[in-house]
């Protein structure tokens, strides 16, 4: 076939797709359904990034023979994504989801992830709904899939975000149940936050900077106090690009170092080994439970401490996340914890432990 003839026949086959799709499914046809969920969220959500009262994530269904599998994504502005971005780009390769095979996942995300620039979180909405229908369709938990013990599923942290002192005292009242808290750092009010929090309790902390620090003087200074206040370790604290002055600033520090907004994929963990102790993994950034379970086994292969973390989302993407976490060395779940709103239900916690749902797939029921 030359080239003309071909560009015809892929024309032809495109509009005859179309307009498959706007008939009505014949029985065992894959359907795919996209909508914008506003979460609302318990206290308002600050970082050195934005601050909030709702978030507004992606959610799929995808369903073939009976079968619905759930997914969800939650794009940040730090990412140039929205929700809106998001259920465009998984719009458009809606003839794609609908004409794959879903048990060939990995040949349907590779594809999709070719065609598809950027936009990691309307694709990880596309992948954890098919492995959630991958392991539906299996009558196994996702975990089983991956050969996990849901047994070894970590202690997960509970977030507080940057506030006034006074309410950072109540939200960390408010997470008596938790045995570690995260708290979140990067501003000129860091001293007052980490003060408000040791004001109510002595569990162990961990913080995010998220990229606050833009002077690798301030970052020592602040690391090294940090660690007398009983930090376990501190997560991006220098801007992503500035790879060589995290590694001068992680030769002057005791704690770890963690990459989050520095590792986004796969691809990104090679270089950050010399500049950081270990990885945050983010299905919404990274694209779904495929990319992370990758980066996973690249990081661990490197010597390099494991972390999965969240958005702020619903359980959708929390519980996909949590059926990859008896791999981590530590977990950040708790996005679902922070909203008001949660439309299903998926992976609990007792006293900071995550208990993963043992139905098949990703184990959600509405919530």
């Known amino acids: 076939m030359n080239r003309r003839n071909f560009v015809k026949a892929a024309a032809s086959a495109t509009a005859a797709a179309t307009a498959a799709n706007a008939l009505p499914a014949p029985a065992g046809a894959a359907t795919l359904e996209t909508k914008i969920v506003r979460l609302n969220l318990q206290h308002t959500w600050t970082t050195t990034m934005s601050s909030s009262q709702y978030r507004d994530t992606l959610h799929t269904a995808f369903t073939r023979d009976g079968i619905t599998g759930h997914g969800e994504g939650a794009p940040i502005v730090r990412y140039h994504e929205d929700a809106v971005s998001a259920q465009k780009a998984a719009e458009s390769v809606r003839d794609v989801m609908l004409a794959a095979d879903p048990m060939q996942f990995t040949k349907v995300m590779a594809g999709i992830f070719r065609r598809v620039p950027g936009e990691w979180a309307g694709k990880a909405a596309l992948d954890i709904a098919l492995m959630d229908w991958v392991g539906q369709k299996l009558g196994i938990p996702l975990y089983s899939y991956f050969g996990l013990d849901p047994r070894d599923a970590p202690l997960t942290t509970f977030s507080i975000g940057i506030d006034t002192p006074e309410i950072t005292r109540q939200k960390t009242k408010e997470a008596a149940d938790f045995p570690v808290l995260k708290v979140k750092v990067g501003l000129a009010t860091d001293e007052p936050t980490i003060e408000a929090v040791r004001s109510v309790t002595d569990k162990p902390l961990r913080v995010d900077a998220n990229e606050g620090w833009k002077d690798k003087e301030e970052a020592v200074r602040k690391?090294?106090?940090?660690?007398?206040?009983?930090?376990?370790?501190?997560?991006?604290?220098?801007?992503?690009?500035?790879?060589?002055?995290?590694?001068?600033?992680?030769?002057?520090?005791?704690?770890?170092?963690?990459?989050?907004?520095?590792?986004?994929?796969?691809?990104?963990?090679?270089?950050?080994?010399?500049?950081?102790?270990?990885?945050?993994?983010?299905?919404?950034?990274?694209?779904?439970?495929?990319?992370?379970?990758?980066?996973?086994?690249?990081?661990?292969?490197?010597?390099?401490?494991?972390?999965l973390g969240c958005m702020v989302s619903s359980s959708v993407s929390v519980t996909a996340a949590a059926h990859l976490s008896p791999l981590v060395d530590y977990a950040d779940l708790d996005g679902n914890l922070l909203i008001a709103n949660d439309p299903f239900r998926g992976v609990t916690v007792e006293k900071g432990k995550l208990i993963l749902p043992r139905k098949p797939g990703l184990g959600l029921t509405a919530g």
């Open 223 to 307: 690391i090294n106090w940090l660690e007398k206040h009983g930090v376990e370790f501190i997560e991006q604290p220098m801007p992503a690009g500035m790879l060589e002055e995290t590694r001068w600033v992680r030769s002057r520090v005791h704690i770890p170092i963690m990459a989050d907004e520095a590792c986004q994929r796969a691809s990104d963990i090679p270089k950050l080994k010399e500049c950081f102790d270990g990885v945050n993994v983010k299905l919404d950034k990274s694209g779904g439970v495929l990319e992370a379970y990758r980066m996973i086994a690249i990081a661990k292969s490197l010597g390099m401490r494991t972390m």
